[in-house]
């Protein structure tokens, strides 16, 4: 498979690679930064989970322990063809722990090739709530390498020292872009309606995604025209930048002392998740972005996404993989890395090879 159709900031080495043979090749660890209570009435449970996604991890939970989907909690979506070691929480306000174990309860529901293992289980005073994780931890492993071998210490090296454009990956979008399809569908219907949007509990989760698919599609169109500008790590007249590791934004100036705080990596240009807000991307950057999002091809989802009253937030152009180390043995290469949440580890993969082959594809 191509692993994007958006711009690339260079040309990746000439590399074929597999990616993701086995759970074993892709392994993600989500970490959190929290002092659990040791008390209170949510159950959260540490499990590794093999060729699972988590929702199906949802509904195994819900039905263990008789309560509603909507009580049990998790942190981020992970990868269905891999090793993940994440959280979950379950409300329980009598602490009633099911009598049959979740591992034997579990095996009824599952393949062959797939499994998990309870870890922990502690008490806490709260849900786990989505993007409460700080950070994911990768270890990943490409198979099968051919190619332009040599090049790959000097991609890497680039990629430590400079980071990667922070596109959305292709999961966000759904199999063949499938959620994005639908989000047209969505808004297109949305538009015509003279009444408002308002979201039903029974269709919340279909409806989060299609929103989600459509904010970014937007986001990755204005840095893919950043990144075709060569200034998707540059300052523009006109941008919000971010504060490396912060959710901070700010407005200031392209002075000599922004551009070179942009040069270290410190702060980031952005662009806006479309949505109900103030917009405070101004000047030249806010008119190459609204000729984007006025564009027929993105109009629907644009209008749509006001129509609903999403809500306006600005994500960095630029994503930094903290912590990059790699080892190459013949025709493999083993990657360790980590991100920030809401960041996808195989749009890094593809600043690295040209094609890999999935299990995903």
Known sequence: MSP?????????????????????????TEILDIEHSGNGEHLWLHITKINLNTTYVVKLLANWASVP???VGYSGL??????????????????????????????????DD????????????????RGTHKYN????????????????DETLERIKSGGVPNYFGE????????NLDKAHSFFESQLMSDQPYRP???????????????????????????????????????????LEGTGSIFQNMPTDDVKTRIKQCDIHPTAPLIGIGDRRDCGSVRVLYDTLLNHHHNQTLYQGLIKIGAKLAYRPLRLMVYDLTWNRSGDELYLEFRLPKGAFATVVISMIVQEYQSKDS
Do not use: C
């Open 4 to 28: 994007t159709t958006l711009p690339l900031p260079w040309q990746p080495p000439v590399l074929h690679a597999d990616f993701k043979s086995t759970p074993n090749d892709f392994i993600v």
């Open 69 to 71: 989907m909507r009580d």
């Open 78 to 111: 992970k990868d269905r063809h891999a090793i993940t070691h994440q959280w979950f929480s379950i409300r329980l306000p009598t602490k009633a722990i099911p009598k049959t174990s979740l591992e034997n309860f579990a095996k009824a529901y599952l393949n």
């Open 114 to 129: 797939e499994s998990f293992i309870l870890n922990h289980l502690i008490w806490h005073s709260r849900k786990l709530n």
């Open 137 to 152: 931890h990768f270890a990943i492993r490409l198979r099968h390498l051919n190619g332009d071998i040599n090049t790959i």
């Open 171 to 178: 999961q966000r979008f759904g199999i063949d872009g499938k």
């Open 200 to 242: 039903h509990k029974k269709f919340a989760e279909k409806d989060g995604l299609m929103i989600s698919a459509a904010r970014s599609a937007l986001f990755n169109a204005m840095l893919g025209k950043r990144v075709a500008d060569g200034t998707w790590n540059q300052a523009l007249l006109g941008d919000v930048f971010n």
